[in-house]
T-cell receptor, first 114, second 112 residues
């Protein structure tokens, strides 16, 4: 496993629920990312944080709300999701957010919206 | 829009053979490329990277080739093993900063 952990690993939620995904990196990196991975599609970048500041919001619906309290932790708060939001949500970190550094991924949270 | 794509969605090889996974990219200004491996139930794992000032880079059993003329990237795996079975993604550093753009992935299956 990498130095990036994610909890929970699996989550089933109804459309009216509120839940949060958690990511923690133990690599001393300054940038953290949320990606959505759906079947047969490329990874979709959702959010980028650099030194706890959001530097990219990739036209993500407001029912997804990120939070980065410090450079080691990243959350994704979920509310009133739709069935099409079911996917694998991956967290990643890198030394910097310039795109010139390899990103280290966590194992992902498999989300099912019922 | 700009995108990174893979020529084949699946690849099946015999154990012990060499594997070649291809990737086409469309942004000639991209200067950094990465190959990732994703096993079932796991997140993508870094394999090897290459910058645009190089055309070849070797790792342990893997080689990445970059042809900037035709905007083509390939991953060669020597003596493919069952543990190499996974989905392989290429990614490019889009427009020299900001984010990586990932391809769809090629599923490699190794037959014993």
């Amino acid at each position: 496993e990498t130095g990036v952990t994610q909890t929970p690993r699996h989550l089933v939620m109804g459309m009216t629920n509120k839940k949060s995904l958690k990511c923690e990196q133990h690599l001393g990196h300054n940038a953290m990312y949320w990606y959505k991975q759906s079947a047969k599609k490329p990874l979709e970048l959702m959010f980028v944080y650099s030194l706890e500041e959001r530097v990219e919001n990739n036209s993500v619906p407001s029912r997804f709300s990120p939070e980065c309290p410090n450079s080691s932790h990243l959350f994704l708060h979920l509310h009133t999701l739709q069935p099409e939001d079911s996917a694998l949500y991956l967290c990643a970190s890198s030394l910097g957010a310039s795109g010139a550094y390899e990103q280290y991924f966590g194992p992902g949270t498999r989300l099912t919206v019922t | 829009g700009e995108s990174v794509g893979l020529h084949l969605p699946t690849l099946s090889v015999q154990e012990g053979d060499n594997s070649i996974i291809n990737c086409a990219y469309s942004n000639s200004a991209s200067d950094y490329f990465i190959w990732y491996k994703q096993e079932s139930g796991k997140g993508p794992q870094f394999i090897i990277d290459i910058r645009s000032n190089m055309d070849k880079r070797q790792g342990q059993r893997v080689t990445v080739l970059l042809n900037k003329t035709v905007k083509h990237l390939s991953l060669q795996i020597a003596a493919t093993q069952p543990g190499d079975s996974a989905v392989y993604f290429c990614a490019e550093n889009y427009n020299q900063g900001g984010k990586l753009i990932f391809g769809q992935g090629t599923e490699l299956s190794v037959k014993p």
